[in-house]
């Protein structure tokens, strides 16, 4: 299709993933316009095919250093990044989070995942599968965030809202659920910064998820 968004799957050559490859390209809403299996052809193929608007790409091709994501998207500014994750990968997730990442699955998700993940990421949302929730949740109790120490008091609602922002729904769709108006959901926003202290908020649901509220 004309309009179907554009992929370059980029992970090396291995049967699972002409398997899984071979299956997603039976969707309607997304062709792959490149399958990469060699860390060094990336930056080429995202430069030479400029509609590219999701880069899937293995954990392994990051060789250590999610600053690679930061400069490929220096590269190509609006490619949203998926990174497939090896279910025992023990690398610091939280530094990958920050790296400017849009998803995080582990390569052995299922088709159904997988098209759930692509589709939301292309959607401007974000998506963490629940393997590499849990061990961002690990992570975390190792960091310390929020306003010198303070507890933070959330309320039902906020928490609910932290939710639903950390499971990757937009402010739509949260006041969608929440029968309420997106502009109320951008007001719950813009409080939760004030009273945290925190600068974005990413580092409000940390911590949240520090304190075991979101857990």
Not at 12 to 36: H, K, N, W, Y
Not at 56 to 64: E, K, M
Not at 78 to 101: F, P, Q, T
Request: charged share 20%.
């Amino acid at each position: 299709m004309e309009d179907s968004a554009k992929i370059i799957w980029a992970s090396p050559q291995t049967l699972a993933r002409d398997g899984i490859v071979a299956l997603l390209s039976q969707e309607p809403d997304f062709t792959f316009a490149e399958i990469v299996s060699k860390r060094e052809d990336i930056a080429t193929a995202l430069l030479s095919k400029p509609t590219i608007n999701l880069l899937v790409i293995d954990h392994a091709f990051l060789d250590g250093s999610p600053g690679y994501i930061i400069s490929l998207k220096q590269r190509a500014p609006k490619v949203k990044v998926l990174v497939l994750s090896g279910i025992e990968y023990n690398e610091d997730i939280l530094s990958i989070v920050k790296s400017g990442a849009d998803g995080y699955i582990v390569n052995e998700a299922n088709k159904d995942e997988l098209v759930f993940a692509i589709k939301h990421i292309l959607s401007g949302n974000t998506y963490i599968c629940t393997a590499l929730y849990l061990k961002v949740l690990e992570s975390i109790t190792a960091t310390d965030f929020g306003r010198n120490g303070q507890t933070v008091e959330f309320s039902p609602r906020e928490e609910q809202i932290l939710k639903l922002i950390l499971e990757g729904y937009s402010n739509q769709e949260i006041a969608y659920q929440l029968f309420t108006n997106k502009r109320t959901i951008l007001k719950y926003r813009e409080s939760l910064l004030q009273k945290t202290g925190a600068p974005d908020i990413g580092t409000v649901i940390r911590i949240a998820l520090q304190q075991g509220v979101l857990n």
